[in-house]
T-cell receptor
């Protein structure tokens, strides 16, 4: 039931790009993306509500393929501040957010 | 004000103690959540309150008892916990209908 994210971990140099995938075995109502830095609370990045929807947030964007029950998070020209663990969160019922397995991203100078 | 506050930040309790965690938000959100997070794991949903009524209980043991006294406050009462209950407990709030959730900084709980 828990969405599976890939890869589990990514190491980048500043300025490099990354893609994080989130896959669910069940039909999805919406997909959320959050970033959690070590020792801090998760911070909301974006939500995708419709199949095929793509949204952007600075140099971070995401897509949602409802048919494939998948979402991808795209980070372009990564910055040191992008380091952290990224979680997708999927909803099949309203207000019941199930977090994915997580992807740990480290950006080095 | 987009802040969710939680107290205490840290809590150490014995297995026979009774304690409470508190969460507060003043964003007018009508949905509030409790999550449990173990190290290097995603947050796990425990409870959801919608319009001050418990709407989701994810089969959480009865030693955890949630309470929503009003639309701004959420408590989690703890009693007879086990060492495996040691974790970071996160509170979050959102508008109803599955919108973005705002998380508090969490309470790091250690059960001895």
């Amino acid at each position: 039931q828990q969405p599976v994210q890939s890869p589990q971990a990514v190491i980048l140099r500043e300025g490099e790009d990354a893609v994080i995938n989130c896959s669910s075995s069940k039909a999805l109502y919406s997909v959320h993306w959050y970033r959690q830095k070590h020792g801090e609370a998760p911070v909301f990045l974006m939500i995708l509500l419709k199949g095929g929807e793509q949204k952007g947030h600075e140099k971070i964007s995401a897509s949602f393929n409802e048919k494939k029950q998948q979402s991808s998070l795209y980070l372009t020209a990564s910055q040191l501040s992008y380091s952290g663990t990224y979680f997708c969160g999927t909803e099949r019922d309203t207000d019941k957010l199930i977090f994915g397995t997580g992807t740990r991203l480290q950006v080095f100078p | 004000d987009t802040e969710v506050t939680q107290t205490p930040k840290h809590l150490v309790m014995g297995m026979t103690n009774k304690k409470s965690l508190k969460c507060e938000q003043h964003m007018g959100h009508r949905a509030m959540y409790w999550y449990k997070q173990k190290a290097k794991k995603p947050p796990e949903l425990m409870f959801v309150y919608s319009y001050e009524k418990l709407s989701i209980n994810e089969s959480v043991p009865s030693r955890f008892s949630p309470e929503c006294p009003n639309s701004s406050l959420l408590n989690l009462h703890l009693h007879a916990l086990q060492p495996e209950d040691s974790a970071l407990y996160l509170c979050a709030s959102s508008q109803v209908d599955g919108r973005e959730q705002y998380f508090g900084p969490g309470t790091r709980l250690t059960v001895t």
